[in-house]
């Protein structure tokens, strides 16, 4: 059954065909990356908005990996990053020779981000890939990047596939701009 778009949706950027679509060839491309590995990499979703990525992915991969969460939060419940996100749950395994992929849904700011390659390569890492679902570069106030993005994207306040606003719309199988009445009330 055809579920309906949300009514607080202004248009669907991405379906969850097309997201599929990209989430295969990101998935081809990390097992070229790690096609020589001995040991399974380490792959770790920054929760939350990364899961639904997260979980997609690995399933496409060939590679056999094992995985570790962390929570991080910048945004809170506003639609402005603090600048300072915050560790709210750490890994659970140690980083020390391995390999590992960091899984993010959204690089904006990049705050989060140098955050965490900052924490993580401080651990150890043999190394440290980044796979983001989305890139706004437009929006970046430090100089970083993901190794692969699978959409690169303008600065519309986009939801749904993991996203949020005010911890809403991540179950939404598609990526789609919110009405700014929603969020400018
Ligand atoms: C979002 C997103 C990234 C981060 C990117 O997380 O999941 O981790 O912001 O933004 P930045 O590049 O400006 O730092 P958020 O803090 O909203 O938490 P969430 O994943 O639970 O939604």
Not at 63 to 82: A, H, K, W
Not at 85 to 99: F, H, K, N, Q, T
Request: aromatic share 10%; glycine share 6%.
């Amino acid at each position: 059954m055809q579920r309906e778009v949300h009514p607080d949706i202004e248009r669907v950027m991405y379906t969850a065909e097309q997201i599929q679509g990209r989430v295969k060839i990101a998935a081809e491309w990390l097992d070229e990356r790690y096609k020589n590995c001995k040991e399974p990499p380490l792959a770790v979703s920054v929760l939350k908005g990364s899961v639904m990525f997260f979980c997609d992915l690995l399933r496409e991969m060939k590679t056999p990996v094992q995985l570790d969460f962390m929570t991080i939060s910048s945004y809170g419940n506003s639609s402005e990053s603090s600048g300072m996100p915050r560790i709210v749950m750490d890994l659970s395994a140690p980083l020390e020779g391995r390999d590992v992929l960091l899984v993010e849904d959204i690089i904006d700011t990049g705050y989060t981000l140098v955050k965490l390659r900052d924490l993580l390569k401080g651990r150890g890492a043999k190394s440290f890939t980044v796979v983001a679902l989305l890139d706004k570069p437009s929006r970046r106030k430090v100089d970083i990047k993901a190794d692969y993005s699978c959409f690169t994207i303008e600065n519309e306040f986009i939801v749904g596939y993991g996203l949020d606003y005010a911890q809403q719309y991540r179950n939404l199988p598609y990526i789609g701009v919110l009405k700014h009445s929603v969020y400018e009330k």
